[in-house]
């Protein structure tokens, strides 16, 4: 159900079951790719791509017993529609606690729709150093992309229609795993 007061009709398409099997299926593709964690980092896109490469960090560990570096990315000021929006923006922060430069980067967020947040998230990404390679992460692929950008790795394909909406919903911000479609 929406918090909106209307109702709109919620379409379960992935549990916390099928999110976890998703999840290890990427963690194992990210070191089948690269060959193990040689140079390899995550980098969350603020706030659910975070929680979402906690825990790719977590399975990659369990796997290779190789702990690789994680950081948190804000996109919030390599938005192109920041001058669209009415009110000022919140900013929150970027840590990245390690030289970006020369890593393979994997940018973790939770779905994938247009491109414009990826595309953000590189221009903030080059601000911070020259990475070897940026690779994109996503649970959700949902279509309907404005630039030419796509995933390495990808949960789930979901066919949208682009007025509906795709809901992540994870345990960190005390809501039950899920991934949820609606209509908008």
């Known amino acids: 159900m929406s918090s909106d007061n209307t109702q709109r009709e919620e379409h379960l398409i992935m549990d916390a079951h099928e ?7 990427i963690a194992h593709e990210i ?5 193990g964690t040689h140079q390899l980092a995550l980098v969350g896109i603020r706030t659910r ?36 929006r009415k009110e000022q923006p ?8 390690f030289h970006i ?9 939770d779905v994938l729709f247009t491109g414009r947040t990826i595309r953000a998230a590189m221009d903030g990404l080059m601000d911070l150093g020259r990475p070897s390679e940026i690779q994109l992460a996503v649970l959700v692929d949902r ?4 630039l030419p950008i796509r995933a390495t790795y990808v949960g789930k394909n979901i066919p949208t229609a682009r007025d509906e909406i795709i809901k ?8 039950k795993d899920q991934v949820a479609k609606f209509k908008g």
């Open 143 to 146: 279509g309907h992309r404005q």
């Open 49 to 84: 791509g975070v929680y979402l490469a906690q825990r790719l960090e977590q399975m990659i560990d369990q796997i290779e017993q190789v702990h690789v570096p994680i950081g948190e990315l804000d996109i919030t000021l390599y938005r192109d529609d920041l001058s669209l």
């Open 31 to 35: 070191l089948e790719h690269n060959k």
């Open 168 to 175: 992540v919903s994870m345990e960190e911000m005390g809501e």
């Open 101 to 109: 430069s020369d890593f393979r980067i994997v940018v973790v967020d």
């Open 90 to 97: 919140v900013l929150k922060k970027t840590t990245i606690p």
């Open 19 to 25: 999110m976890a099997r998703a999840l290890t299926r």
